[in-house]
């Protein structure tokens, strides 16, 4: 597949995301189509309540028609050769790391699936996703003979201020100890740290913002 085409039938129209914060590039949905997260911006001390791609930049007309376009695209019948191209042409050897979704989640088990077969045929970049969806994850993964060791799907409590009591993964929002995401100390940068993206560190706290 042609890189044109690529970004076509996955709706980077411009190519990939690349967050000012982390190394690398990334990918974006809509969070407002969230689906455990749109319930969650209705409770009161929830994670999503202040939900930051819900603001800002993210509510630029361009941004959100781009954000829209690549929710439509996700489909598309050529969306795992498409984004399987254009991670593995913009990804940087020597710095090979990717978020999935620095806004939004994952729409079914099916979307989940495809992250997988992104990841199986890219071996050499690491993946991390944050998610809420933790029973279409739990599907997926029983779905799967052997989960992709380059992707971290990292799960994400609901409520600031507490912890998942879950086996794999975790992230956090205002939790004391564990490890403590460095980026508010670090001119907001991920800097050297790749926590996110390591399946060994349990669980990676975040501050509120």
Request: hydrophobic share 35%; charged share 25%.
């Amino acid at each position: 597949m042609k890189l044109k085409d690529a970004k076509t039938v996955t709706g980077h129209k411009s190519g990939l995301g690349k967050p000012s914060k982390m190394p690398g590039y990334s990918t974006s949905i809509p969070a407002k189509d969230c689906k455990v997260g749109a319930k969650l911006r209705k409770v009161k001390g929830s994670v999503c309540e202040s939900c930051y791609a819900m603001k800002g930049h993210y509510q630029f007309p361009d941004v959100k028609s781009g954000l829209e376009r690549r929710l439509d695209a996700l489909r598309d019948p050529q969306w795992v050769e498409g984004m399987t191209k254009l991670v593995g042409h913009y990804t940087d050897p020597s710095n090979p790391y990717f978020r999935i979704h620095d806004s939004g989640d994952f729409q079914g088990v099916w979307h989940v699936l495809n992250w997988v077969a992104v990841a199986d045929a890219l071996p050499w970049i690491d993946f991390w996703a944050p998610s809420r969806e933790l029973s279409m994850i739990k599907t997926a993964r029983d779905m799967v003979d052997v989960w992709p060791k380059n992707l971290v799907v990292r799960l994400s409590a609901p409520m600031v201020g507490k912890a998942l009591n879950i086996e794999g993964p975790t992230s956090s929002v205002d939790v004391d100890g564990g490890n403590q995401c460095p980026a508010p100390t670090q001119g907001n940068q991920c800097g050297d740290c790749r926590a996110c993206w390591n399946r060994d560190v349990s669980n990676v706290n975040y501050h509120k913002h």
